[in-house]
């Protein structure tokens, strides 16, 4: 985490605490095309600084966009509500932004939406290729010791949302059938019956 911390890291808050995170990657996206920079880790940030809870998004450059005020214009457009650089005056940050971007620089907390080696993962995968392959730090299992060789499975889609805390980016894992390991948070908690077609 420490050579993420002199990165270009921006914090925003999106008007819908209840964006689905396809869609808040797709927003992140979009405003940095033609920029120069792309959004390399994106995470979400609880906010509980007012008496409603907020989400607050931090996103780490690949580098400083070629212009970055029409950049963080496109993303404040994008997301419907402020977008802050880390450089910005900390009397100008307020709410989920300030949180996203205080927590995501000290590497505290925060959801990982997007971070580098996700988009390879798929399917079934070791603890330890997983481990190599992505900037996961560590993989901690509830009720379970996981070993570099037991499999995580990641879904047809590679649905992985590994945390923020003391610097480390860490997944958290619990038994599945078949002896596997799957993510405590799955993409799909809600469907109930075969098809799931409500």
């Known amino acids: 985490m420490t050579a993420s911390l002199t990165a270009v890291w921006w914090g925003g808050a999106p008007v819908d605490d209840q964006i689905a995170d396809a869609h808040l990657l797709a927003a992140v996206d979009e405003a940095l095309s033609g ?3 792309e959004a ?5 940030h609880v906010d509980g600084s007012a008496p409603a809870p907020r989400i607050g998004v931090s996103v780490r450059l690949t580098e400083e966009p ?7 214009s496109a993303l404040a457009r994008a997301l419907a509500g402020p977008v802050v650089a880390a450089d910005t005056d900390e009397a100008e ?8 971007l205080l927590e995501a620089g000290a590497g505290d907390a925060g959801r990982a939406i997007r971070f580098p080696g996700s988009a390879s993962i ?20 509830i009720g379970v010791e996981p070993a570099g060789t037991d499999v995580v499975d990641t ?8 945390q923020f805390s003391g610097g480390r980016l860490a997944l958290l894992v619990e038994r599945a059938a078949g002896g596997l390991l799957q993510p405590f948070e799955i993409e799909s908690p809600h469907q109930c019956c075969e098809g799931g077609g409500h």
């Open 35 to 37: 920029s120069g920079a």
């Open 40 to 44: 390399e880790l994106v995470c979400t």
């Open 66 to 72: 070629a212009d970055p005020a029409a950049t963080r």
């Open 93 to 100: 940050i307020v709410g989920p932004a300030r949180t996203a």
């Open 122 to 141: 798929t399917g079934r995968i070791s603890v330890a290729d997983l481990l190599a392959a992505t900037a996961i730090d560590q993989v901690v299992g």
């Open 155 to 162: 879904g047809p889609n590679g649905f992985l949302r590994p």
